[in-house]
């Protein structure tokens, strides 16, 4: 009994212990007297305090940095890198951004991988500097809007303006305790990690739906880095900034120089109202497929041209949709057309021929509606994760389904025949240096080839990446394919022999450069 006592005593006092836990505030190393709003005050002070801050009016960077180009490497990480210089003007006092940037671009063909671009992106849109104007990208709105309200300049000066500013538990950060400052921007929840030593922000998090690459992540995490802290004109300014999304750095840029009101040239900001007005309106990467336009490749072989295509081939036995690109409502549209055009036949497969992310914008979608979908091998373990990738801050159709179905996936290591017939078509992994994550579908009967992302012929006739092109004469020969004409996702139908010429006349031109 008494030994049953004891332990009724032990219990009870963990109990209270935890109980007590749980009611003790958050622990704020640095700020264990302070308010939030004190806590963010000393953080303010130690940039130079809240006045100067305020005071500025516009600041300039002139950068220079690099991005690891995670949606387009084609052998996964580690990842191919583009690089940039330039100038950001930030125009605070009337929410504006500038950005003049020279970009070296690794992918581009030869003697094309250096450019330069103007973005201007205002309060009522934003475009890219040209012979005319274009539109920029809802990606580009977000990312300029963001650097106004939290980049360092204005990050301190946002969170105390914020009506749900509070503190969060307490973080270690580079092996340093860090209070944590929490407040809602724009509905997105964000938090700051104060040093408790020096009370300088040294990082930013918010998690939300990109309107870039990332977008197919859904719920993404992103964390950007302050460092290499500089005193200019009495503010300590943090001159190098690392975002590190999902826990995989992404990019890194450095500030050569800072300078703080500047003078502003108002020619630099003007915008064509129209053009700008169509940047907002754009639906981003949540596009809908449309089937007004179809290319009929083969009797019941449909192709549907775009910036990435779609194709439907009608098999005995069900329908066979060649590409879930974009997003779901684009495959969603995809679906629906292929129903309404064969209507007494099920979608029996989905193939999905490349792990490059619009790519496989639609496979979600696809999952949801319980479809086999046909992956190359390697891709498996992307895929994976972005199947079950969160999906809560804008959820998707496989989101809404409890509980989430298990993809069907059926997995392309070598050849693989898929139906029987005149449309009949044979998966072949094309496993070149540049191609290995990606696999081609044959119509045998037809003589005909969908060679996934790897051909494009520019508008002045010649091959867009020649390297991808001739891994995918290798692997026809290889693999031994009578092929009379070959198309694929950025490219309509074109003569193979007019490919396999334009290869070589790009291999004699590449073999002649200095």
């Excluded at 300078?259 to 915008?271: G, S, Y």
């Excluded at 036995?317 to 495959?331: K, Q």
């Excluded at 060679?451 to 867009?464: C, E, K, M, Q, R």
Aim: overall charge negative.
């Amino acid at each position: 009994m008494r030994e049953a006592r004891l332990l009724v005593v032990v219990v009870t006092l963990w109990l209270a212990a935890v109980a007590g836990a749980r009611e003790q505030p958050p622990q704020r190393p640095g700020c264990e007297r302070e308010s939030v709003e004190q806590c963010a005050g000393l953080a303010m002070d130690a940039m130079g305090g809240r006045e100067r801050l305020e005071q500025v009016k516009s600041v300039r960077l002139q950068n220079i940095g690099h991005t690891l180009l995670m949606e387009q490497s084609y052998r996964q990480d580690p990842f191919i890198t583009s690089y940039s210089r330039g100038v950001t003007t930030l125009d605070l006092a009337n929410q504006r951004v500038l950005i003049v940037t020279h970009s070296v671009w690794p992918e581009s063909d030869p003697g094309q991988a250096e450019s330069d671009s103007t973005l201007v992106v205002a309060p009522d849109g934003g475009v890219y500097r040209g012979q005319p104007d274009s539109p920029c990208s809802l990606a580009n709105i977000a990312a300029a809007r963001e650097a106004l309200a939290l980049g360092p300049a204005r990050l301190l000066l946002t969170a105390v303006a914020a009506p749900d500013l509070h503190f969060e538990g307490s973080e270690m950060l580079r092996s340093t305790p860090h209070t944590v400052l929490a407040f809602s921007w724009q509905k997105i929840p964000v938090r700051v990690l104060i040093d408790s030593f020096n009370h300088l922000p040294d990082a930013v998090e918010m998690t939300q739906v990109f309107h870039d690459f990332w977008y197919f992540w859904g719920d993404v995490q992103q964390r950007i880095y302050f460092d290499n802290y500089q005193l200019f004109n009495g503010i300590t300014y943090p001159t190098n900034q690392v975002v590190e999304r999902n826990g995989t750095l992404w990019s890194s840029r450095q500030a050569l120089n800072v300078e703080f009101n500047v003078a502003i040239d108002e020619k630099a900001f003007v915008m064509d109202a129209k053009t700008a007005k169509q940047s907002e309106e754009s639906p981003g990467w949540n596009r809908p497929f449309r089937a007004d336009k179809d290319t009929v490749l083969a009797s019941d072989v449909v192709l549907f041209p775009g910036a990435w295509t779609s194709t439907l081939v009608k098999q005995s036995d069900g329908i066979v949709i060649l590409e879930a690109p974009i997003s779901g409502l684009y495959t969603r549209g995809v679906v629906e057309e292929a129903r309404k055009r064969y209507p007494e036949l099920p979608i029996k497969a989905v193939l999905s021929t490349s792990d490059s992310w619009p790519h496989t914008g639609g496979v979600r979608y696809a999952v949801a509606q319980h479809f086999p979908v046909y992956i190359l091998d390697l891709n498996r373990p992307l895929l994976d994760k972005m199947v079950w990738a969160p999906h809560t801050l804008d959820p998707d159709a496989l989101a809404m389904m409890k509980p989430s179905p298990k993809p069907n996936w059926k997995i392309v290591s070598g050849k693989q025949v898929l139906g029987s017939g005149e449309n009949r078509v044979e998966l072949y992994p094309l496993r070149g240096a540049s191609t290995e994550r990606q696999y081609m579908v044959y119509f045998p009967e037809y003589r005909l080839l969908y060679a996934s992302d790897t051909l494009v012929i520019n508008d002045d006739g010649t091959l867009y990446d020649p390297e991808l092109t001739y891994e995918v004469v290798q692997a026809a020969k290889r693999e031994k394919l009578p092929v009379e004409t070959v198309f694929a996702m950025h490219q309509t139908p074109v003569p193979w022999r007019q490919v396999v010429a334009l290869l070589g006349k790009a291999q004699v031109e590449k073999a002649h450069q200095p």
